[in-house]
């Protein structure tokens, strides 16, 4: 949800949004152009070359054998669920600091959510808070690349392996995030990706795709998405499958923006160092990386006690920023009776987490701005550094 315009106090100061779309799309205004030209004469408009290209190119970036263009993000963590047949009676692992779609998703496949709490430095689930909520009826650890940043895979991977549950994981926050090297996507049985356009690879409205290794995994998912048809069968429908394609416009706004996305993730790496060396303070902590990840750095939170009024003085002065996520998805009222047991660690962070304004085109200037005014809100509110 945007919110209002803020009300400026000071005629020169600078205005600093939480995100700016505009500025990406100017990039690859060419490339858009001749895009949309392309899927207008081709009267190709879902599916089709276009949708083909783009799940070559995304499964390449991934490091994948396989892409399959879907609806949206959501629906690429259902469809992965159903297609690896995981539905009533089996417990998925979700972390309970997510975007609610994740346990969304598991929800409506027909499986059992089970939350988990996070550590409290990396506000990610680690193998550690995962192990103790397994289950005879867990079938698969879903882990969330949240705010582009990963927990340890090794030690993710080596507890699915041992616990035999499948790994899937929701990167619709991790384009190009990388863990020792390897891109977020191709470590589980399969990677989730949401499109939206806020993401940082977007598209002009609502989109997704799964990647994954297996190709027969890749083909059931496929015909899930398209009203369980087979593969060029016409009206054979050999599975109970919704609609969730890909459209030909929103691929060709991919494929022209997918160049750019390495060069994007570089300017917002740039920027978070640059936050990193500017903010300071005993009252402001930082979400903690691992030193084996590289970040697609999709968004930049940090900690500070009284959450609310910092975030309602930075408006003040003109300066966007979100909170991801105020309610824990436990915490949720449809979503409750998922979770008997208080998850501390990310209850705690509810109430101080803050996301900075952080996208590829922000200024040198405009992250200054904003640490030298976050600087001096927090040591005015909390002075003795809470
Ligand atoms: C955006 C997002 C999703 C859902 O993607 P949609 O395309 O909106 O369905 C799922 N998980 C996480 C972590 C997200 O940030």
Redesign the pocket.
Known sequence: MRAAPPTRTDATALVVPFNDLGAMTADVAEALELAWKDVATSSSFVGGRRVEQFEAEWSAFCGTGHAVGVG??????QLVLRGLGIGPGDEVIVPAN??I??AE?VVLAGATPRFVDVDPETLLATADTILPAITSRTAAIVV???YGNLPSMDDILRLAADKHLALIE?A??AHGSTWRGRRAGSFGVAG?F???P??NLGAFG???AVVTGDGALAERIRSLGNHGREADAGHVHTLVGTNSRLDALQAAVLSAKLPRLTAWNRARRTSVVAYRQLLRGPGLRMVRVDGQVESSC?LHVVRVPSRDLVRQRLHRQGIETGVHYRVPCHLQEPYRGFAPDPLPAVEQAAGEILSLPLFPHITRRQVEHVAAQLNTIVAELDPHGG
């Open positions: 949206n993000g959501t629906d690429a963590i997510s975007f779609a994740t998703a969330v690349g949240l929701d619709a926050q989730c949401s499109f939206y806020g993401k609502d989109a997704g999709h």
